[in-house]
């Protein structure tokens, strides 16, 4: 049966979410085409229709990711994002979370390609967190430094064991080191 051009582009879309959600979880090594595609409800076969390679479809997704990013952050406060992104909810949430800290170290070793969708992400990120402003000189420092922060701290934190009272230490110290509070007392 012949799918529809609008349908062809539905199918599409919801490859590219699923993947963007699965990629995150697991990272793109740790999910195969079949799967992917079986988890978007769709066939194998299909794949090649939508897209011409694995790594074409990681940038797509990788693309979608922070894109999902950029809306939930939109409007939101320097404090209010890092209280958000330093929280355990983020942290236990790495498929709806944020690409960087989920896919980060994998990215560093995948194509140019990916590295430049990641760099591209990250430029989008950094405007957004600058109010769309351009940033330069010690502004720019400063919202790299928040943003190396903020991934460095999720990574860490999801490195140590879910139920790790040092997984929540390094999301409390770290927040409360970018907030300006006093360093919470263990």
């Known amino acids: 049966m012949k799918v529809s051009k609008e349908q062809a582009r539905e199918n599409r ?7 963007s959600v699965l990629f995150r979880e697991r990272g793109y090594d740790g999910v195969g085409v079949a799967e992917l595609m079986a988890a978007a409800g769709l066939t194998h076969g299909g794949f090649y229709k939508h897209f ?20 939930h952050s939109a409007g939101v406060s320097r404090e209010q994002f890092i209280t958000r992104y330093l929280s355990r909810q983020h942290r236990d949430n790495k498929g709806q979370g944020c690409v960087m800290s989920a896919l ?13 969708t990641f760099a591209a992400g990250l430029e989008q990120q950094l405007a957004q967190l600058s109010g769309d402003h351009d940033a330069d000189g010690e502004r720019r420092a400063d919202l ?14 999801r490195a140590c064991p879910d139920d790790s009272p040092l997984a929540d230490e390094i999301l409390a110290v770290c927040r409360a ?5 006093k360093t919470p007392e263990q």
């Open 104 to 116: 980060g170290a994998d990215a560093s070793r995948q194509s140019e390609t990916i590295k430049a």
């Open 144 to 157: 790299i430094d928040t943003l190396a922060h903020l991934v460095g701290a999720m990574v860490l934190s």
């Open 177 to 181: 080191r970018l907030l300006g509070e």
């Open 13 to 19: 879309r919801r490859i590219v979410e699923t993947a």
């Open 52 to 71: 011409a390679s694995k790594a074409d479809l990681m940038a797509e997704a990788t693309q979608c990711g922070f894109a999902h990013s950029a809306e």
